[in-house]
């Protein structure tokens, strides 16, 4: 149990394109999602936390109009990079929490590799 | 704040020997303590979890932790290692009363035949 699939799992584009990344949850119902960003051999730098029905909370120093995300349902999360640009290239996580008890792991997609020629 | 360090950047380890994988956290209030592995390319999988109770914590794969609140921290532990085992491990803690989790650095784990 507890599945989450993000897609794509890679994705290279021109820059100046936006991309959008899927996040769901298959078999849970995921009241708060959240994204995060890896950069080689680093650890996860949490963007945004996202919770059906309302807007993100995004951490400090995310550009919220560069990283839309959007949480419309229990089981979707999207991330969209707009106008990305090389220096956006990373690995994106992201990751999914389900109702009741707010002491459940969070349970991660498989990540989507980002490359911005 | 709250804040784990993992103060070992890797790991290595020969196939059959025990293992051992160190988080040290420091935390207002009662830590909710996380492991998880990644693998190249993949997301994170959760391993095991410290909330309450019995300070040695069984998970997947075989593997456990010890939560020591004492010395504030929270070892991963197994047996006997597995050249299967070698991957990324990170040690987190929930961020106070919020759903976040906050993550060490990582510590690569290399098990060698």
């Known amino acids: 149990g507890a599945v989450v699939s993000q897609h794509p799992s890679w994705v290279i584009c021109k820059s100046g394109t936006s991309v959008k990344i899927e996040c769901r949850s298959l078999?849970?119902?995921?009241?708060?999602m959240f994204w995060y960003r890896q950069f080689p051999k680093q650890s996860l730098m949490l963007m945004a936390t996202?919770?059906?029905?309302?807007?993100?909370?995004?951490e400090q120093g995310v550009e919220k109009d560069k990283f839309l995300i959007n949480h419309a349902s229990l089981t979707l999360s999207t991330l969209t990079v707009t106008s990305a640009h090389p220096e956006d290239s990373s690995f994106y996580i992201c990751?999914?929490?389900?109702?009741?008890?707010?002491?459940?792991?969070?349970?991660f997609g498989d990540g989507t590799r980002l490359s911005i020629l | 704040a709250q804040s784990v360090a993992q103060p070992e950047d890797q790991v290595n380890v020969a196939e059959g020997n025990p293992l051992t994988v160190k988080c040290t956290y420091s935390v207002s209030g009662n830590p909710y303590l996380f492991w998880y592995v990644q693998y190249p390319n993949r997301g994170l999988q959760f391993l095991l979890k410290y909330i309450t109770g019995d300070n040695l914590v069984k998970g997947s794969y075989g593997f456990e932790a010890e939560f020591n609140k004492s010395q504030t921290s929270f070892h991963l532990k197994k047996p006997s290692a597995l050249v299967s085992d070698s991957a990324l491990y990170f040690c987190?803690?929930?961020?106070?009363?919020?759903?976040?989790?906050?993550f060490g650095t990582g510590t690569r784990l290399q098990v060698f035949p």
């Open positions: 990751s999914a929490t389900g109702t009741g008890n707010s002491n459940q792991p969070q349970h």
């Open positions: 987190a803690v929930r961020d106070g009363g919020t759903d976040k989790l906050i």
């Open positions: 996202s919770n059906e029905g309302s807007k993100a909370t995004y």
């Open positions: 078999d849970f119902q995921a009241t708060t």
